[in-house]
């Protein structure tokens, strides 16, 4: 019985995502989160330009909330949140990849281009692989990859984060997926001396020299008298 709640819930929210992604479909959105509260479900929109998601005056905000009233859904609270970092964002990646596509930009061009945006944001590695009609009748695939790049098990679920987008220009449906590793939670961590703890050990250090300075000139009178 609990699974067919879960089936049900994953259901809902897929359905639910997709609608939303087709009224922005002129917007660059990343990720969508999607909370079931006590209050109602809480809609978290994350986008490069949250002007044109929220329309003139909340205009565009409060049609789509009358919308997911109709398909059953009860008081949904919807939050719009800028991107900082666009060229982080996987599937904002692969959406203007997709655009750039659509135009008929070359293919590889547009790889190695965003690659590099990607790799200057910040990214540990980058991998971006375009497959469809893109030169031809015949399909074929272009990948581009750099940095380092986890594919498998925990690491690639916590640190690989994934985007995808279609473009549609004339010659058929091309799919754009971009990985992008966020972090590297792989690293050794390099455990630095407190600053408190360095300064401590250098004015030992010179007490040390000091006192050392003070004790030879003394063995030396010792000597002499002897």
Request: with cysteine; charged share 30%.
């Amino acid at each position: 019985m609990k699974e067919r709640i879960f089936i049900k819930k994953a259901k809902e929210q897929i359905q639910l995502e997709e609608m939303l992604r087709k009224e922005f479909a002129d917007v660059k959105c990343g990720l969508i989160e999607i909370a079931y509260t006590p209050l109602g479900v809480r809609v978290i929109i994350h986008t490069t330009s949250p002007g044109l998601v929220i329309g003139h005056g909340g205009d565009k905000i409060r049609e789509v909330s009358e919308k997911l009233r109709k398909l059953g859904i009860a008081n949904p609270q919807i939050d719009v949140q800028k991107i900082s970092n666009p060229d982080m964002d996987p599937m904002i990646v692969s959406q203007s990849i997709a655009a750039a596509m659509t135009r008929g930009m070359n293919v590889k061009k547009i790889g190695h281009y965003y690659l590099d945006r990607v790799m200057r944001a910040g990214a540990i590695g980058c991998e971006i692989v375009i497959k469809g009609k893109i030169s031809g009748e015949k399909a074929r695939s272009e990948r581009f990859i750099a940095g380092y790049l986890k594919k498998c098990g925990e690491p690639a679920m916590r640190d690989v984060i994934k985007g995808v987008a279609t473009a549609l220009p004339k010659l058929g449906t091309i799919g754009i997926t971009t990985h992008i590793m966020i972090t590297h939670s792989d690293r050794r961590i390099i455990v630095e001396r407190p600053q408190v703890a360095v300064e401590k050990m250098e004015a030992a250090q010179v007490e040390a020299e000091k006192v050392e300075a003070v004790a030879k000139p003394e063995a030396k009178t010792e000597a002499k008298t002897e």
